[in-house]
């Protein structure tokens, strides 16, 4: 019974969660925390620490077969307590139950002052019934006022703890960016005084690409402080907005033309784009066509960007456009890009599909972004040596044939 101030509160339980996902964070090696894709690591500690959203699959229903019993009973006759046993019968049932079940075992910020009904176990919600007499219209009725229960309190205690999740998401991440920007700081005044220092790791410097419209700031470091490179996020985040309002531009005005485009021509139309806003440092073009359908920025000889283009033909061939962007990228937290052009009318169960196999790859670790699978969805991705993370975002652009 979790009525008011009867019961362990569910906010003490999720301030205990944040404590500790903090409390790993402060104590997390520096070296790592530089290393990690940041997407990864939050997840993790959310994994770790925070309560997860319970469900139960009321469908799913099991139970005992109905089992005589004795029943105590007690009555007061004449001032005198007198015990007697009758004949009664038992049913347990029982349904499936995930996430942390322990949150249900205390108060949320809404609640009733009523019993709760069900027990709640780890994996289940359990239903014991006992009584001299039992029909299947109280038992089935029993049952409904357990679902009906229980419901309620899950919808009271999920609520609080994507509240919670949400909040405690964007601190950890915050927190984790400022002790970066503090460890890099270090780092870099250690880099830059004139005695022996011996470095214990460093953080990587973006790629010096600008563009030509809306310039970015850039992070610069001192000679003595040259890590590898690789693609600012800010950067990363405004050519992806870039090549999504492409793609919804050339959705709009598409025309038979150019909905008979191979990839290599649909890819050209797209490096022409991307080249009008943006120049690499020494002003020349940044985005480069390579092979058949590559889409690269290069630094140093080496590939800080890399966006395949594809035309859909099935999931196996989204698999094998994913394994060869895998090949291509050799940095940690590389950034790239799945762009897949679909010529065919049921494009919303293609781009089903599509996110499907892209979810169901061995190396995808995170789904972070996917409120709109039609535009586009952000995921993270574990390279060959597990030690790497590769931020992938997949576009889906539209090019239906003519329904004639």
């Not at 077969?65 to 007690?74: D, F, K, L």
């Amino acid at each position: 019974m979790n009525g008011s101030m009867r019961g362990p509160q569910l906010a003490e339980l999720l301030g205990r969660s944040a404590r500790a996902a903090f409390d790993e964070l402060d104590r997390l090696d520096a070296d790592t925390l530089l290393r990690e894709n940041l997407e990864v690591l939050v997840h993790g500690l959310l994994a770790r620490h925070v309560p997860e959203p319970v469900s139960v699959d009321w469908t799913a229903v099991s139970g005992t077969p109905v089992q005589e019993m004795t029943i105590e009973r007690t009555t007061m006759e004449f001032g005198e307590r007198r015990d007697y046993r009758i004949p009664g019968r038992r049913i347990t049932i029982s349904w499936p139950l995930t996430g942390t079940a322990e949150i249900l075992r205390r108060q949320a910020s809404q609640f009733t002052l009523g019993p709760d009904r069900g027990t709640i176990r780890d994996d289940s919600v359990q239903l014991a019934i006992e009584s001299p007499e039992l029909s299947t219209e109280f038992v089935e009725r029993q049952m409904a006022e357990v679902r009906e229960d229980v419901d309620r309190r899950i919808g009271w205690a999920n609520h609080d703890v994507a509240v919670h999740r949400t909040a405690v998401e964007r601190e950890l991440k915050q927190a984790a960016e400022a002790r970066r920007a503090r460890i890099t700081e270090n780092r870099r005044i250690s880099a830059a005084l004139n005695i022996p220092i011996t470095p214990t790791g460093v953080q990587r410097p973006p790629v010096p690409a600008r563009r030509r419209q809306v310039p970015l700031q850039q992070r610069r470091a001192s000679a003595e402080f040259t890590p590898e490179p690789v693609l600012d996020e800010a950067i990363y985040q405004d050519i992806l907005d870039v090549v999504e309002n492409w793609a919804r531009s050339l959705e709009r005005t598409c025309t038979p033309p150019i909905r008979a485009l191979g990839e290599e021509a649909l890819r050209d139309l797209l490096l022409g784009t991307l080249n009008g806003y943006w120049r690499g440092a020494a002003g020349g073009e940044l985005f480069n066509g390579e092979g058949k359908t590559d889409i690269l920025i290069r630094e140093d000889g080496r590939n800080a960007f890399i966006a395949e283009c594809k035309v859909w033909g099935g999931a196996s061939r989204a698999t094998a456009a994913l394994d060869q962007l895998l090949s291509y990228l050799v940095w940690r937290d590389t950034k790239a890009a799945l762009i897949v052009f679909i010529k065919n009318t049921k494009a919303s169960d293609i781009i089903g599909r599509l996110h499907q196999a892209v979810r169901e790859h061995p190396r995808h670790l995170l789904t972070v972004h996917a409120t709109d699978d039609e535009r586009r969805a952000d995921y993270v991705f574990s390279a060959d040596d597990g030690d790497r993370r590769i931020e992938l975002a997949v576009i889906p652009v539209v090019l239906p044939a003519d329904a004639a």
